[in-house]
């Protein structure tokens, strides 16, 4: 039986600070990006790093079985375990963020930029990172 997780949709009028998973030390990477306008040389690596290439946190991934997002119990296991030893593989950070504390599996390549059907691969994504990727 395949796991779901509980991505929520933001409100796109709600305030950072209404979030549920904001807090005072969440990393600056995940701060969305409102007029930070910083030259490429002093930006965090997390700032510089694109949703859609595996992370400069990218430590060990799973083989994707297909590009849904249907993924098994022992997907999503192996996804947490990845997550909790190496992190978000865009961000660093090993809080997912997520009510139920799993992190968001993300394909590499994406999906929706996968024309050639290339294999994929699952690395761990946070919360915060994921619905950047998703904002694209």
């Not at 910083?38 to 930006?43: A, C, G, R, S, V």
């Not at 593989?89 to 050639?116: A, E, I, M, R, Y």
Request: glycine share 8%; with cysteine; charged share 25%.
């Amino acid at each position: 039986m395949g796991s779901t997780l509980d991505i929520p949709e933001p409100a796109a009028d709600m305030p950072l600070a209404d979030l549920p998973e904001w807090g005072p030390d969440m990393p600056f990477a995940d701060i969305p990006e409102w007029g930070v306008d910083l030259p490429e040389d002093n930006k965090p690596p997390a700032m510089m790093s694109s949703t859609l290439r595996p992370g400069p946190f990218a430590g060990d991934s799973i083989p994707a079985r297909d590009p849904e997002r249907d993924w098994e119990d022992e997907e999503i296991e192996a996804i947490d375990r990845i997550g909790r030893t190496t992190g978000c593989h865009t961000c660093g950070t090993t809080d997912p963020g997520t009510k139920s504390g799993h992190f968001v599996p993300d394909h590499q390549p994406p999906s929706q930029l996968n024309f050639d059907n290339q294999p994929q691969r699952l690395y761990p994504h946070c919360i915060h990172c994921s619905r950047k990727q998703g904002a694209r």
